[in-house]
């Protein structure tokens, strides 16, 4: 396991375990979808925010350049669609746009809203359009606080295993029968993406940007041969998300005309 994950898995871990204290059902600003978080937005962004050196330690930065600008510039124009468009979510985030030295195409946002970029990602792109939209997705699961649902989820599916074997207090095991809604399966994984993907292309249109990027940029990714971007790895079925993206292009270029016009953009 690299060792950024397990420091986010540690730091996880101790914040579920004072979460388990008022396990929280939130509901997702933007989707309405309702999710257990057993911690609390502050803690979210803690973890993020160790984490986050920890990683660029290890993969290495871009301190300044056009590149960097050229981030900042798509991220804070991000930042700010989101401030008005998911002003809730958006109140619990620190945002940070890092250009990773690194030549795989990737990009990823921690719990709280540190994010990185790579240099592959940003030599693959065609223009700021399309990296509007893989900035939206990765800032949308920091928004919908996907990370943290995942680990509450694997956190309480640890404990219902232990509960089975009877080793822990019936006070805690009904607090978290009833927070859990035991038998519940919960398919995630997909969801998420889904809303990630649906999220991420109204914050790209809120920003004045292309929404129609995101449909050329995956059917991109879904013809790219050989191994295929690193993205892809964790971001399946490019071909399917391409055009259940494009049904929602009316809504996105509505979402966009409504929007107010970005004074920084050229
Ligand atoms: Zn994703």
Redesign the pocket.
């Given at each position: 396991m690299p060792r950024h994950r397990f420091a986010i898995l540690s730091i996880a871990a101790s914040g579920v375990l004072v979460g388990l204290a008022m396990p929280g059902c939130r509901t997702v600003e933007g989707s309405g979808r309702q999710q257990l978080v057993l911690m609390s937005v502050d803690q979210e962004r803690r973890m993020g925010a160790e984490a986050y050196p920890e990683i660029l330690a290890e993969q290495g930065v871009i301190a300044t350049g056009p590149q960097v600008d050229r981030v900042r510039r798509v991220g804070a124009d991000l930042a700010a669609a989101a401030s008005r468009r998911f002003p809730q979510s958006s109140a619990g985030m620190d945002w940070a746009f890092t250009v990773v030295d690194e030549p795989t195409v990737n990009a990823w946002a921690l719990p709280g809203g540190k994010c990185g970029v790579n240099l592959g990602l940003l030599e693959f792109v065609e223009n700021d359009d399309e990296l509007a939209v893989v900035i939206g997705?990765?800032i949308?699961?920091a928004l919908a606080s996907?990370g943290a649902e995942r680990l509450s989820r694997d956190a309480v599916a640890g404990i219902l295993a232990e509960l089975a074997l009877g080793e822990i207090d019936p006070g805690l095991r009904f607090a978290i029968e009833q927070a859990y809604g035991v038998g519940v399966s919960l398919p995630f994984s997909r969801d998420?993406?889904r809303e990630?993907?649906r999220l991420g292309l109204f914050l790209a249109a809120e920003a004045g940007y292309d929404p129609r990027a995101a449909v050329s940029l995956w059917r991109r990714m879904a013809a790219d041969g050989g191994q295929g971007p690193e993205w892809l790895s964790?971001?399946p079925d490019p071909g399917g998300r391409a055009d259940e993206l494009e049904r929602l292009i009316p809504e996105a270029e509505a979402i966009r005309r409504a929007a107010p016009a970005p004074a920084d953009r050229p």
């Open positions: 997705h990765e949308a699961h996907h998420h993406e990630a993907d964790t971001h």
